[in-house]
């Protein structure tokens, strides 16, 4: 029986598929427990603190929620209203909160790399929520869990990830979660400036198959069971007039799907936020997923919370 | 039996005379559990978001105080250090944060119509906690009942609505819930450029008596027994330099309010904040009730909340 | 038997000896108890309101760890994103948040003396999170029970206090706090434009023996126990370009530390954040206390708050 219990979740890479089988399997239960009773009692005496260094909707509050439906307390520690102001650097900022014996640690940082490298001394299992570009394994967890449940199964998925796949963070989660599975095919659809890093590649070279694209048209014809749309990362961009020259530089919309798939359009995910790559004429469609993958995000983090607390 | 459970609070026009009495008898109830127990334990297993797009002191403070006496959690959505930097559309964001399945969501948002155009898509019940210069109808609960438990009545009420008439939410939303009950009359106080909006007094009209008036001495002589003041809405005047113009055009001191009423100075009652228009020499005044007002927020909000959620 | 219950803590100075040491015990106490059983219960009916118009880290998370820790709740009033964007006075803020009945409100202030001002008339138990430059009575708590806890005794200590004294509100503090115990020596080190402020001394003249020094390397030779570091006050300095020219002008790493005090370094403290007065070349040696000094301060807020409330 694999198990969680302390464990830091840094990387999507570390995670063996057994874990995440029975992650979803705890999710699926905690689904239908938080329908029948609302909230539950089972982290009651649990604090959680969320340190998110950039701006976060959904992971943010999809933890928030989470713990709050386990019956645990959420602290949060908002960046910018803090001592940062004041000249703190973000380790000194951890090792505080670390101090004050939480019970889990969930991280959002602008620097690739920050969880690892605090986890070593920090005493509270770490979530990272998201690290600069590299990763963000808990959006990997749901975004896996919905094409599980949506398509029945993971093995043998065909799956386009298109958008910005060099600064966004997600691809990369994504594609090394995909690659614990068997028989995946994965179509990195991007224009070159914003193309998969040479090290993802290097990380599921072997493990998983693909093929680089510079346009969705490209897939026609192709098996496609799911389009992973991104968002161009701005913030992230080494220089903001690069924005310009690439905004809309790829997108689908209802029209395009139906252009290039007729009667087959593959479900449609997105990580959100959105801007402008997916349009809200997809809504409508049975294939749209989108909402759902995010409502999916409560579920599995609630069910992250639980077995890294061993409730 | 009137119940509220699981509506929607989107209008002061919505509720009935029966709703509201009832609510007011809850909140009396729950006034005084409150300061026998402190905080209950009978939203033990809920969850409210706060969806606060604009600041807010009084009203999402009372929602969290509410709730936190009532036992339940409170999520809130913080718009400023959220992903609506990243463009994300507030109907995403809503979206995004009904699928999480809270048991209430309370919207604060710029604007108008927004809760009642999203409501229909949106499973949890919503209260509008403010939308724009259109509509604050808790606010309005929390008026009426003050005014109630003040003068031992609503009916056959006189009431001064006193300033910027044009912008302000609370205004309408008081004028509908007022029209509710039997023989009021309301003054409407306000210089020409911020009188009440066509679209209230269409709402009112053969349901209220109502004059309006531009300056506050032109009440000299007339029955009155509340004076409701409001601030001048800065943020919503089409055109900042209207600020400066408009500063000062309306004002209460304690000084005034001898000069019109003598010994028979109404109640004064003010949403807050308040800036320039009513003097702090109103504060000692036994007739001085904006600070019982904003306290009684909390219980009517707490009913309200009790109320949806059927506990 | 001496009672916190109900009380304000305003100033350091009002707190006697025989509170302090039975806090202490308290803290004790709730420290074992937290990492036997995580959070507690004994606080469940019970709401606190954290209202800080300035920013804070350690502060009002280790004040919302508290009181999540004894099974409360935290209302958390954002100045920031409040009406105070409206134009609202911070004595009105305070009487609405203080009208909803919290169980105690905790305050931090850029107006020295803001605290004391509105405590007559809160009807709520204050708790003074820092006034400007004036005090901050529960930062001294805890620096006082780290030297107590490091040291096995308050009595008779040596305490070098310095860096920026004038426009810093924990060297006030803990001077204050110290003043109650017998036979304390206090070394005020500091440039001259930062030297402690004379209402400091005129408090503890006649307590306490002090000594002004300009620079840590008068200490040579002398008896010393503690030194306690604090940052420059940027945001206090009366004239911004204050900063540059004092900036360094002060400053405490290892090998300045070995130099000065051989085998006999003392133990090092910082009321944190922290920027260039203390190196983290100091972190590694046993005597950097400065974490665990943080870390102190979860347990004596804890134990304040369960004094206050009389738990």
Same mark, same amino acid.
């Given at each position: 029986?694999?198990?969680?219990?302390?464990?830091?979740?840094?990387?999507?890479?570390?995670?063996?598929?057994?874990?995440?089988?029975?992650?979803?399997?705890?999710?699926?239960?905690?689904?239908?427990?938080?329908?029948?009773?609302?909230?539950?009692?089972?982290?009651?005496?649990?604090?959680?603190?969320?340190?998110?260094?950039?701006?976060?909707?959904?992971?943010?509050?999809?933890?928030?929620?989470?713990?709050?439906?386990?019956?645990?307390?959420?602290?949060?520690?908002?960046?910018?209203?803090?001592?940062?102001?004041?000249?703190?650097?973000?380790?000194?900022?951890?090792?505080?909160?670390?101090?004050?014996?939480?019970?889990?640690?969930?991280?959002?940082?602008?620097?690739?790399?920050?969880?690892?490298?605090?986890?070593?001394?920090?005493?509270?299992?770490?979530?990272?929520?998201?690290?600069?570009?590299?990763?963000?394994?808990?959006?990997?967890?749901?975004?896996?869990?919905?094409?599980?449940?949506?398509?029945?199964?993971?093995?043998?998925?065909?799956?386009?990830?298109?958008?910005?796949?060099?600064?966004? @963070?997600?691809?990369?989660? /994504?594609?090394?979660? !995909?690659?614990?599975? *068997?028989?995946?095919? #994965?179509?990195?659809?991007? $224009?070159?400036?914003?193309?998969?890093?040479?090290?993802?590649?290097?990380?599921?070279?072997?493990?998983?198959?693909?093929?680089?694209?510079?346009?969705?048209?490209?897939?026609?014809?192709?098996?496609?069971?799911?389009?992973?749309?991104?968002?161009?990362?701005?913030?992230?961009?080494?220089?903001?007039?690069?924005?310009?020259?690439?905004?809309?530089?790829? @997108?689908?919309?209802?029209? /395009?799907?139906?252009? !290039?798939?007729?009667? *087959?359009?593959?479900? #449609?995910?997105?990580?959100? $936020?959105?801007?402008?790559?997916?349009?809200?004429?997809?809504?409508?469609?049975?294939?749209?997923?989108?909402?759902?993958?995010?409502?999916?995000?409560?579920?599995?983090?609630?069910?992250?919370?639980?077995?890294?607390?061993?409730?």
């Amino acid at each position: 029986m694999p198990s969680l219990k302390g464990k830091d979740i840094i990387s999507a890479l570390e995670l063996t598929r057994e874990e995440v089988e029975h992650l979803y399997k705890v999710a699926d239960e905690l689904k239908q427990a938080f329908e029948a009773f609302g909230s539950l009692d089972i982290a009651r005496n649990k604090v959680m603190i969320t340190a998110f260094f950039e701006p976060s909707t959904r992971t943010k509050i999809s933890f928030q929620m989470a713990m709050a439906r386990l019956g645990g307390t959420v602290v949060d520690f908002l960046a910018s209203v803090s001592s940062l102001a004041k000249g703190e650097t973000d380790y000194d900022t951890i090792r505080i909160l670390d101090g004050y014996d939480p019970d889990i640690i969930v991280i959002r940082q602008k620097k690739p790399g920050f969880p690892a490298e605090v986890a070593p001394w920090v005493k509270a299992p770490i979530i990272n929520a998201g690290d600069g570009y590299n990763e963000h394994p808990t959006q990997a967890l749901l975004d896996v869990y919905t094409i599980s449940r949506e398509l029945g199964k993971v093995d043998g998925v065909h799956i386009a990830i298109m958008g910005d796949l060099k600064y966004g @963070r997600t691809p990369s989660s /994504l594609s090394y979660l !995909l690659s614990k599975f *068997n028989d995946i095919t #994965i179509y990195y659809v991007a $224009p070159e400036p914003l193309q998969i890093r040479e090290e993802v590649i290097k990380n599921v070279e072997g493990k998983v198959r693909y093929e680089l694209l510079n346009d969705i048209r490209e897939l026609r014809g192709k098996p496609v069971d799911v389009i992973y749309v991104t968002r161009l990362q701005k913030e992230r961009l080494p220089d903001p007039s690069m924005y310009e020259s690439l905004k809309g530089s790829y @997108r689908i919309d209802a029209a /395009l799907l139906k252009e !290039l798939f007729g009667d *087959n359009i593959p479900i #449609i995910m997105h990580p959100l $936020p959105r801007t402008w790559e997916l349009d809200t004429s997809v809504d409508p469609l049975p294939q749209a997923k989108y909402f759902q993958q995010a409502k999916n995000g409560l579920y599995v983090r609630a069910a992250l919370i639980k077995e890294i607390l061993g409730l």
